[in-house]
T-cell receptor, first 117, second 109 residues
Framework: GAVVSQHPSRVICKSGTSVKIECRSL??????MFWYRQFPKQSLMLMAT?????????EQGVEKDKFLINHASLTLSTLTVTSAHPEDSSFYIC?????????????FGPGTRLTVL | KNEVEQSPQNLTAQEGEFITINCSYS?????LHWLQQHPGGGIVSLFM???GKKKHGRLIATINIQEKHSSLHITASHPRDSAVYIC???????????FGKGTHLIIQP
C-alpha cells in the first residue's frame, strides 16, 4: 500500500510561535493533499485541500493566513500554523490522493499532535 | 444534523462476537470510506465503497446507495480490533472527506 509520513509526530510550542508540519508521500506522487484537524473527542474536520502547484482551497471558517499550506512538489505538502495559540492545540492529519491510485483513494499520514502552551 | 451519522457511539463486546457499526449520510456521495483510528491517532483506511459489498479478512463493508446507508461488520471479533471506527463520505463534487464522529469499539477477552 501507499505510505504517507508526517513530521514531527508531536510538537510543543509557546504561544505566538509558528510551527511547520510536513506531509510526504513516500512511494507515489500525490496530486492532491488534504489537511484535517481533530480536537479531543471530536470528529476529523477538513481544513484545506491542496493540489500540487496551485493555491490551497480552504474550508469555511479556516483562516488561510493563519494556516499556511504549501504543496510545492508531488511528494511534499507543508502546513504552517502561524502565531499559534492554545486553541490551535489539536491533532493534525494529512492525507494524500493521486490519479495513478484512483482519485477517490486517500492515504493518511500518522498525524501530528500539536500542543501550544 | 451532521451529514454523516454513525451508530453506536460506543460499543463493548466480548471476543468472538459479530460486530456491526452503522453509518447514514444525507448527501449525495461518490464514495464512502471506513477508517480505523488507533489510540495513538494514526488512521488506517479499511475500505472505500461506491456500491455493493467488500470483504477483507474478517471485515465486511456494505453500502446501500438508495437508502444512503453503510455498515461495517467484524466477524469473530478480537481484542486487537479495539479502536475507533470512522465512516467518511466523499460528497459529489468535493475532494475532501466529511467524517462521522466515530464508533469507539472495545472487544473484551
Amino acid at each position: 500500500g501507499a505510505v504517507v509520513s508526517q513530521h514531527p509526530s508531536r510538537v510543543i510550542c509557546k504561544s505566538g510561535t509558528s510551527v511547520k508540519i510536513e506531509c510526504r508521500s513516500l512511494d507515489f506522487q500525490a496530486t492532491t493533499m488534504f489537511w484535517y484537524r481533530q480536537f479531543p473527542k471530536q470528529s476529523l474536520m477538513l481544513m484545506a485541500t491542496s493540489n500540487e502547484g496551485s493555491k490551497a482551497t480552504y474550508e469555511q471558517g479556516v483562516e488561510k493566513d493563519k494556516f499556511l499550506i504549501n504543496h510545492a512538489s508531488l511528494t511534499l505538502s507543508t502546513l504552517t500554523v502561524t502565531s499559534a495559540h492554545p486553541e490551535d492545540s489539536s491533532f493534525y492529519i494529512c492525507s494524500a490522493g493521486s490519479r495513478e491510485k484512483g482519485t477517490d483513494t486517500q492515504y493518511f499520514g500518522p498525524g501530528t499532535r500539536l500542543t501550544v502552551l | 444534523k451532521n451529514e454523516v451519522e454513525q451508530s453506536p457511539q460506543n460499543l463493548t463486546a466480548q471476543e468472538g462476537e459479530f460486530i456491526t457499526i452503522n453509518c447514514s449520510y444525507s448527501v449525495g456521495i461518490s464514495a464512502l470510506h471506513w477508517l480505523q483510528q488507533h489510540p495513538g491517532g494514526g488512521i488506517v483506511s479499511l475500505f472505500m465503497l461506491s456500491s455493493g459489498k467488500k470483504k477483507h479478512g474478517r471485515l465486511i463493508a456494505t453500502i446501500n446507495i438508495q437508502e444512503k446507508h453503510s455498515s461495517l461488520h467484524i466477524t469473530a471479533s478480537h481484542p486487537r480490533d479495539s479502536a475507533v471506527y470512522i465512516c467518511a463520505a466523499r460528497r459529489i463534487g468535493a475532494d475532501g472527506l466529511t467524517f462521522g464522529k466515530g464508533t469507539h469499539l472495545i472487544i473484551q477477552p
